[in-house]
């Protein structure tokens, strides 16, 4: 089976960095997700590793250790509008290629 | 043009109806998805469809229905639902293979079984 962990919920005040941790236990990896979703809206993609190391993309960076299975994403300069559910998700090499399994997600909630 | 298009965005329906959803994208995609999504938790995977063939069927029940009539159209027919299946209806797409093959998600339907 698949386990994808994350926490539940951090609070951050407007202008800090928040990291949100991920680590998975999958039979087999083949890329790893982050996504936003607002309430009540559709997930949006943010960033995607699949070898070891830093992806940046503006304030954004994402990174994966395959050999621990964790991945974090950090929110640099942190806005009001970056209040949402944080989702990881993990695509497994045994299963078909389509296959994206979800973490339940991190809500941040961003304060003035 | 990088949009997933679901319509409709609201359905309300009665456990003896027939209804169907739908979603359509134009970005040449050959993998399509049905997610299913209850308040607060994450997206579950229902279907999976690959070069217009379904690949994938995570046990859904069979009052849910998945029809892919062409590369760029993914059905989902509804009949008999129960209210335990009130919830967001997510479409996505992706390609099938390769370096860029995160998923794109339409906005939803959301669905309310009465």
């Known amino acids: 089976g698949q386990n994808i962990d994350q926490p539940t919920e951090m609070t951050a005040t407007e202008g800090a960095i928040v990291q949100i941790n991920c680590t998975y236990q999958?039979?087999?990896?083949?890329?790893l997700f982050w996504y936003q979703q607002h309430a009540g809206e559709a997930p949006t993609f943010l960033s995607y590793?699949?070898?070891?190391g830093l992806e940046e993309k503006g304030r954004f960076s994402s990174f994966l250790s395959r050999s621990k299975g964790y991945s974090y994403l950090l929110l640099k300069e942190l806005q009001m509008k970056d209040s949402a559910s944080y989702l990881c998700?993990?695509?497994?090499?045994?299963?078909?290629?389509?296959?994206?399994?979800f973490g339940a997600g991190t809500q941040v909630v961003v304060t003035p | 043009d990088t949009e997933v298009t679901q319509t409709p965005k609201h359905l309300v329906m009665g456990m003896t109806n027939k209804k169907s959803l739908k979603c359509e994208q134009h970005?040449?995609?050959?993998?399509m998805y049905w997610y299913k999504q209850k308040a607060k938790k994450p997206p579950e995977l229902m279907f999976v469809?690959?070069?217009?063939?379904?690949?994938i069927n995570e046990s859904v029940p069979s009052r849910f229905s998945p029809e892919c009539p062409n590369s760029s159209l993914l059905n989902l027919h509804l009949h008999a639902l129960q209210p335990e299946d009130s919830a967001l209806y997510l479409c996505?797409?992706?390609?099938?293979?390769?370096?860029?093959?995160?998923?794109?998600f339409g906005q939803g339907t959301r669905l309310t079984v009465v």
């Open positions: 996505a797409s992706s390609q099938w293979s390769g370096e860029s093959t995160e998923a794109f």
């Open positions: 999958t039979s087999g990896f083949n890329g």
């Open positions: 590793n699949v070898l070891d």
């Open positions: 998700a993990v695509r497994s090499d045994t299963d078909s290629w389509g296959k994206l399994q």
């Open positions: 970005m040449g995609h050959r993998a």
């Open positions: 469809y690959s070069y217009e063939k379904l690949s």
